[in-house]
């Protein structure tokens, strides 16, 4: 198995075998969170393709963020902790963000698409060491999909050291993330669109037992995350 690390959009696109969007703070931890209660949650690229999605089904959730503020007219922002006081149970949760959903949609070259975070980085390496692909992309979205983001760094080389079966320490995993420029929003008062409640659930290493794989599309041309134990 080769791992292939890469960067934002466009390495996303250029992205080929077993592609793995990483967005730690925030889009692909809101997304475990989101389908762990029990949520169907289908990425958008776009806001207006999101907001057309909520008018033609007026029953579906919007949840999404630029520039890390929530969204005029949607439910939710891009907020772990908003979505696990929410009951999800049964609805359709349409997601978009400005670095995580732009590189999983735009990963067109993929055999498969995977979302990247740290809660459940775990169950992403025993599922690709099963799988066995020739190539393993793992794409670092960053800060805005523009800008490094030592988040995502950390969790490109977690998931790298593990799939080459080495043993990665994690014991100053949360003192590392807190010192990123990221996570700042979640300790400033003024930033009620990222409460503290965040940091702590993007933090939670290995939380979750499942991965997110971009599913195929739907007859309405929608793909939706497929959850798939491992």
Same mark, same amino acid.
């Given at each position: 198995?080769? &791992?292939?690390?890469?960067?934002?959009?466009?390495?996303?696109?250029?992205?080929?075998?077993?592609?793995?969007?990483?967005? @730690?703070?925030?889009?692909?931890?809101?997304?475990?969170?989101? @389908?762990?209660?029990?949520?169907?949650?289908?990425?958008?690229?776009?806001?207006?393709? !999101?907001?057309?999605?909520?008018?033609?089904?007026?029953?579906?959730?919007?949840?999404?963020?630029?520039?890390?503020?929530?969204? =005029?007219?949607?439910?939710?922002?891009?907020? =772990? $902790?908003?979505?696990?006081?929410?009951?999800?149970?049964?609805?359709?949760?349409?997601?978009?963000?400005?670095?995580?959903?732009?590189?999983?949609?735009? !990963?067109?070259?993929?055999?498969?698409?995977?979302?990247?975070?740290?809660?459940?980085?775990? $169950?992403? @390496?025993?599922?690709?060491? !099963?799988?066995?692909?020739?190539?393993?992309?793992? &794409?670092?979205?960053?800060?805005?999909?523009?800008?490094?983001?030592?988040?995502?760094?950390?969790? $490109?080389?977690?998931?790298?050291?593990?799939?080459?079966?080495?043993?990665?320490?994690?014991?100053?995993? @949360?003192?590392?993330?807190?010192?990123?420029?990221? $996570?700042?929003?979640?300790?400033?008062?003024?930033?009620?669109?990222?409460?503290?409640?965040?940091?702590?659930?993007?933090?939670?290493?290995?939380?979750?037992?499942?991965?997110?794989?971009?599913?195929?599309?739907?007859?309405?041309?929608?793909?939706?995350?497929?959850?798939?134990?491992?």
């Amino acid at each position: 198995m080769r &791992v292939e690390v890469t960067d934002f959009v466009a390495g996303a696109r250029a992205a080929r075998g077993s592609v793995v969007v990483i967005d @730690v703070f925030r889009a692909f931890t809101t997304a475990c969170y989101a @389908v762990a209660g029990g949520a169907r949650v289908v990425p958008a690229a776009e806001i207006d393709a !999101a907001l057309a999605l909520g008018a033609r089904h007026p029953d579906w959730l919007l949840a999404g963020e630029r520039h890390g503020r929530d969204l =005029p007219g949607f439910h939710f922002g891009n907020s =772990p $902790a908003r979505i696990v006081a929410a009951d999800l149970r049964g609805r359709t949760l349409v997601h978009t963000t400005h670095a995580g959903t732009q590189g999983l949609t735009g !990963a067109t070259g993929a055999d498969e698409a995977l979302t990247g975070s740290l809660v459940n980085a775990a $169950a992403i @390496v025993r599922y690709l060491r !099963a799988r066995r692909p020739a190539l393993v992309t793992i &794409v670092r979205m960053g800060w805005e999909a523009r800008e490094r983001a030592p988040e995502d760094d950390l969790c $490109a080389e977690l998931l790298a050291t593990r799939l080459a079966g080495g043993e990665y320490d994690t014991r100053d995993l @949360v003192e590392r993330l807190r010192a990123a420029p990221g $996570a700042a929003k979640f300790f400033d008062p003024a930033a009620t669109w990222a409460p503290q409640e965040d940091f702590e659930l993007c933090a939670a290493l290995d939380r979750f037992d499942f991965v997110l794989r971009l599913g195929p599309p739907d007859a309405e041309g929608l793909r939706a995350l497929e959850r798939i134990d491992a």
